[in-house]
């Protein structure tokens, strides 16, 4: 679907976007003296609190409900602070636009689920606000997408994105893992769609809080969304990952800022070599790979003459385990390794099956 998307902040041009607030209003001392804070830094454009939280098991804390709106329209009056809050049914949204909220965004559990996605996006037909979609729970790029199309179906050109991560089964020194290609691809697909990373629930804790905000930001993501407590220590929801607003003054200010590009001539020459570098051994990788797989049929011939099956498990645990081993010696890792090898192995796969099925069809003249 076609999409063009407008500014969410009224300075368009602002660079990061910097969103910043406690997981949950918990009281109205506790969102405003946070607000307060955040309002002195002076580098905050939007105050976040979540007022209706999605807990994963029953019996948590489940946000404060609509008294909570009344705490965040007084972080306005008082601060000058626009206000973001989570909306996850139309009941949400109609409350959320009586008491003025500025901008919505969908949560990740919301954004997985198309009925409430669709939900959320009819209420808003006809109402001229921002809306921020969080990514899904799961690496599904298409529900990503899918979610951005129904609210801005619903008529909101307004439109922003989160990246928080994606749950993932094991351990990892994640909270969400990053899974940084999904958003790099969506920015890919709409270059104007503002991408702004919540590090707080990448990471679930405050140690590494400022790595990632760091590394989104090398990666010209255009905006930060952090959790921020007057005291994280005793939070109601997610205390492990919330951060002072001292805290989290310091780390924007330590934050590098990186420009997108440049137009210093030495500088762009030598990036253009570079470039260049890379488009030759790119050429190389794909000869190489289609020689691989010219190969591959003249094995899949070699097998089909002799009546042997194509797969031999043990021959490409052997390829797999040689291969993953001599990449890490040249620095490539392990995952990286085994995702490419996994991807030629099955293309090797697919073209000995060619082979196969040609030749059977040859026979049967
Ligand atoms: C939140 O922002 O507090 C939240 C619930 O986030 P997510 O939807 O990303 O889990
Ligand atoms: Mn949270």
């Not at 994963?56 to 409900?65: D, Q």
């Not at 290609?181 to 405050?206: A, T, V, W, Y």
Request: include cysteine.
């Amino acid at each position: 679907m076609e999409m063009t998307f407008q500014p969410i902040l009224d300075d368009a041009k602002k660079r990061p976007i910097v969103i910043a607030g406690p997981c949950s209003a918990e009281s109205e001392e506790q969102v405003l003296s946070t607000a307060r804070e955040l309002a002195k830094d002076g580098r905050v454009d939007l105050f976040r609190a979540g007022i209706w939280k999605p807990r994963t098991r029953p019996n948590s804390f489940e946000g404060v409900g609509t008294i909570g709106l009344k705490w965040l329209k007084k972080v306005k009056e008082e601060t000058g602070l626009k206000t973001t809050t989570e909306v996850a049914n139309k009941d949400h949204v109609f409350e959320a636009l009586k008491h003025q909220v500025d901008v919505l965004w969908l949560g990740a559990r919301t954004t997985v689920n198309p009925f409430s996605v669709q939900e959320v996006a009819d209420a808003l037909e006809g109402v001229d606000i921002p809306v921020i979609v969080k990514n899904p729970i799961n690496p599904d790029l298409k529900l990503w997408i899918g979610a951005i199309e129904r609210i801005y179906k619903a008529g909101i050109t307004r439109i922003a994105v989160i990246h928080r991560g994606f749950s993932h089964h094991g351990q990892t020194k994640y909270r969400n893992v990053p899974r940084w290609e999904i958003p790099i691809e969506l920015k890919r697909e709409f270059p104007d769609l503002p991408i702004i990373c919540d590090n707080s629930h990448i990471c679930g804790r405050r140690d590494t809080l400022q790595k990632v905000a760091q590394k989104a930001l090398d990666l010209n993501f255009d905006g930060l969304m952090t959790e921020v407590h007057p005291d994280p220590d005793n939070a109601w929801s997610d205390a492990k990952q919330q951060i002072t607003p001292a805290t989290y003054s310091q780390l924007i200010t330590d934050l590098i800022l990186r420009k997108e590009s440049t137009d210093d001539p030495v500088f762009v020459n030598h990036l253009e070599h570079l470039r260049h570098e890379i488009d030759e051994i790119d050429d190389e990788l794909i000869n190489i790979l289609s020689q691989r797989m010219k190969i591959s049929e003249a094995i899949g011939e070699y097998k089909k003459e002799n009546n042997i099956a194509i797969l031999q498990s043990a021959r490409w645990g052997e390829i797999l385990n040689r291969s993953v081993a001599k990449g890490k010696v040249k620095g490539l890792s392990e995952d990286f390794m085994n995702v490419i090898w996994m991807a030629i192995h099955q293309e090797s796969i697919n073209h000995q099956v060619k082979i196969m099925n040609a030749k059977a069809k040859g026979v049967e003249k």
